[in-house]
Structures are given as C-alpha cells and as structure tokens.
C-alpha cells in the first residue's frame, strides 16, 4: 500500500508529522511512504528511515504533478490542508485523508479572545487523518535524524562548553515570538553557566549583541551552521530555552528538558513541546495580558505597541529553572 503524506512547510510543522510517518511505516503491513515538501525542507525528512521516498515542490508544478501520477498512490495523507494541497488531490484524483486545521476556533481565540480549541495536541489531530486505517498512537514522540555527514566534530565546539552547555534558541519566524534582545541579555547574564545561542543567519548580529555580556560563557552559533548542525547542538545540549518555533520541536524530538518562552502565540493551538509518553520536564512561561494571543502565527511586531507579553517576562525566574533543570 502505498502513501503520499502532504506538508509543504514549516520546520516544525514538518517535524510535528513524523509520529504519522512512523506509525504508517510500522503498522500498516507492507506501506511504502512517500512525502511531498518543498524542496528547501528536504534536508528534515531525507534521513527518516520510515520515509522511502522525498518528492519535492519545486519550480515546475506540472512535473511535479506529473511524477506524483507515475507513482499511483493508494492514499494521500494530507497534513497541510491548503489550496496546494488541495490541486494536487484533485489532479492525482486519489483517496485522501485532511489534517483538520481548527481555523474558526483559533480565529474566534485571536480575535474574540473565546477559547473553543479542543484540548488535543497537533500530534494526535495529525494521528486522527489516519485513524481510519487502524493506525494508533505509539507514544514515541516526535523524530528527527541527522545525517552523519551534519555530525558535529568536538572542534567545532568551543573548548569551554565541551563539557555541557544550555542552548538558547534566540530566533523565530516573526519578531512576536521573540524575547527581545535585552532580555535575552539579561537572562544570559543571570545564567552561571556555558550558553551556546541558537538561530540562523538571520539572527547572527543579535546573537552578536547578547554574546556580548560575557564573550567566554556565550557562544553565538547563529549562522554558523545549517539546519542539521543545529539540530545536533540541540541533541548535545544539557537542556533548551526557545520561543515557539521550529528548534523547540526538534528539542522534543531528542526529548530535551525545556524551558519555553511564549509571546504572541499560545500552546493552547496544540503546538506545544510533544514527547508522546515519555517524561521530560517542560516549563512554559506565559505573560497573562488581554490582548494575547493576538495571532495563531505572529506578526513583525506589536499590533499594540506595549509587546507586554514578552516584556514582562520574569528573566530571574527563568534562570532560576534553567540552573535547576540542567
């Protein structure tokens, strides 16, 4: 039986599909999973073991449509629900199964500050698309595989932090889910022990102005290395300190002690730190303000002008975890 998963973007929504990948592979007899994603996140699901084959969102839609019809898919698995996906299940004309993506009741949560999300994580509304074909819930959690190729030597290490290190995700897709820059200096200064900051290319001079409280203790990664490198600085690192973004899934992944740190959004989408049934120790730390959460993604920046729910966030309260739980 043959199966074509569907989710075009993001890093973390990419990586919150994997349970569905695995659960596919090991229990439905004789599945050959294929899974359709841009090609700018291929390097997230290249090594999945459970995967067989990447098919990848590239400049032509029409080869691409038509080498999805050459493999004769049994069923589409779609997990990002959009207008995309949507031409792909009427070109290939194939059985499929949606992700549903609860857009009333996080509208009537933004806007009309109405909480209807029903209290199930995105995980198990990814797992219900394949309910149908007796797949269950293992309770293993999230997945990521880092090829061999993106393993960190120990030199490219600082000789300081060898030895154990926090890591502190300091980017995130929009600038709402962030900690401004002066609280992360704050935070960092208020840790007594070796940082390694995370993030891309995007985040590196910031990275710069927060290594700058203490350049021994705080190593700035930020740019140095790709996707898959990060993620091994994450499976290297005593415990996580992110925003909610992609880095703080993969966290989860390699069941990483968290302490995350939420602004515009809320877990109450569902999108929090998953570890299935094992038990790791999550702390999440929300500022209550009427205006939150304003957007189920985030925005450059505060519609209101205060950015109170990342502003009054207790540093000395979160040092005081991050020292505890390492």
Not at 31 to 58: C, Q, W
Not at 119 to 126: E, F, K, T
């Amino acid at each position: 039986m043959k199966f074509l998963v569907i989710r075009f973007s993001s890093i973390g929504d990419i990586v919150l599909t994997t349970p569905v990948v695995r659960c596919l592979k090991q229990q439905v007899p004789g599945a050959e999973v294929h899974f359709l994603t841009k090609k700018s996140f291929r390097g997230i699901v290249e090594s999945n073991p459970y995967i067989d084959k990447v098919m990848l969102l590239e400049d032509s839609w029409e080869l691409m449509v038509h080498e999805l019809k050459l493999e004769e898919y049994d069923y589409i698995i779609d997990l990002h629900h959009n207008l995309r996906t949507l031409r792909v299940k009427r070109a290939l004309k194939t059985k499929s199964f949606s992700f549903n993506k609860l857009n009333i009741q996080k509208w009537l949560l933004t806007v009309l500050k109405i909480n209807t999300m029903p209290p199930i994580h995105i995980v198990d509304r990814n797992l219900a698309t394949v309910k149908s074909l007796g797949v269950i819930n293992d309770g293993k959690g999230l997945d990521y595989f880092i090829p061999e190729k993106d393993v960190l030597k120990q030199k490219d290490i600082p000789a300081s932090h060898q030895f154990g290190f926090i890591g502190i995700v300091i980017g995130a897709a929009l600038d709402t889910k962030k900690l401004p820059v002066h609280k992360l200096k704050e935070l960092c200064s208020r840790i007594e022990y070796p940082i390694i900051l995370l993030g891309g290319p995007e985040d590196r001079a910031n990275g710069d102005e927060i290594a700058s409280v203490d350049a021994i203790k705080v190593y700035n990664s930020c740019g140095k290395f790709n996707l898959n490198e990060s993620a091994d600085l994450v499976r290297k690192a005593k415990l996580i300190v992110t925003h909610d973004t992609g880095l703080m899934h993969i966290a989860a992944a390699f069941k990483k002690p968290m302490v995350s740190v939420w602004g515009n959004t809320t877990p109450l989408f569902g999108m929090n730190a998953y570890y299935g049934n094992n038990q790791v120790s999550d702390i999440k730390h929300e500022v209550t303000v009427s205006c939150r959460p304003c957007s189920k993604i985030g925005y450059k920046k505060c519609p209101k002008g205060h950015f109170k729910c990342m502003e009054l966030q207790d540093m000395g309260k979160i040092a005081k975890e991050v020292l505890l739980l390492k």
